[in-house]
């Protein structure tokens, strides 16, 4: 049976690089049953561009473009639109970044292949390419060839590949949902955000995987939307994640609801004693240092 998708992008104010975006998306190997974009109340002429876009590839029938009544902040309005989706596969695409022409055809046939993956997270190459503003961290994982199942351990309690690379099941969105709304905030101290959360939720149900290969261009620059989070919260970003002020609090939130908030049926009670010994472990060697 053939899969059917869906690429949500949230925008705001992306003017200077939506149209590539765009055009990356719609001229896709494989393309997309559905897009959905919903414009956060932009100030700059993102509408007209979007709006224009669609109108001259005659993409009206399949590309779903509005722009929201009032301001939601970037969390919200990804997780709106995933309510709003109802095809087998759902990607997250960021407004700046540019995708391959085989990212969906790939991420399809990973799918298509392996039935216990609910979430995948691909590989990027940046731009510029010697850019020194976004990290390419490690991955956990076990598997022959290019795709690995990522593991339930403590280092992949972090989001090792950032949401615009990231493609997931609707069978994962009930358990997302659970994770954003009970786990509230990231490593940071932030609010929680729409791929950490998916990225926990495949975690705790073991469907997890990665695809050891680049499918999108990752744009790095400062006037992102998180840039700006992270210039606005500097005291928040001290060295890694791990070392950062907010990171015992992130492992207590999770510690907290794998013992008492989720469903227990959703989530793989494997991977929940493997991640309950390893926090509990970490909590105590962060609150008694040697």
Request: aromatic share 10%; glycine share 4%.
């Amino acid at each position: 049976m053939k899969l059917t998708s869906t690429v949500i992008m949230a925008a705001f104010n992306g003017s200077k690089y939506i149209y590539d975006q765009l055009d990356s998306i719609a001229n896709q190997k494989l393309k997309p049953t559905k897009v959905i974009i919903r414009d956060d109340c932009s100030t700059d002429d993102t509408e007209t561009i979007v709006k224009n876009f669609i109108f001259e590839h005659d993409l009206q029938n399949s590309w779903d473009f509005q722009v929201n009544p009032e301001r939601k902040g970037w969390r919200d309005n990804f997780m709106d639109m995933v309510d709003q989706t109802n095809t087998d596969i759902v990607f997250f695409a960021d407004q700046d970044d540019i995708w391959n022409k085989n990212k969906i055809s790939e991420s399809m046939k990973c799918f298509s292949e392996n039935d216990d993956m609910e979430v995948l997270v691909s590989d990027y190459n940046f731009l510029p390419a010697d850019q020194k503003i976004l990290p390419k961290d490690t991955i956990d994982e076990v598997g022959d060839g290019d795709v690995g199942q990522v593991i339930p351990d403590l280092h992949n309690l972090i989001i090792r590949r950032d949401g615009c690379s990231m493609a997931f099941k609707k069978s994962i969105i009930g358990p997302l949902e659970e994770v954003y709304a009970g786990i509230r905030s990231d490593s940071n101290g932030l609010d929680q955000a729409h791929d950490q959360a998916t990225w926990l939720a495949g975690l705790m149900r073991e469907s997890l995987y990665h695809v050891n290969q680049p499918l999108m261009v990752h744009r790095a620059h400062l006037d992102s939307t998180w840039q700006t989070v992270r210039k606005n919260n500097r005291s928040l970003f001290v060295g890694l994640p791990e070392e950062g002020p907010n990171y015992i609090v992130f492992l207590k939130s999770i510690q907290n609801f794998l013992l008492h908030s989720y469903s227990y049926s959703r989530f793989s009670k494997q991977a929940q004693q493997k991640l309950e010994k390893v926090i509990a472990e970490e909590i105590d060697l962060l609150a008694n240092p040697v």
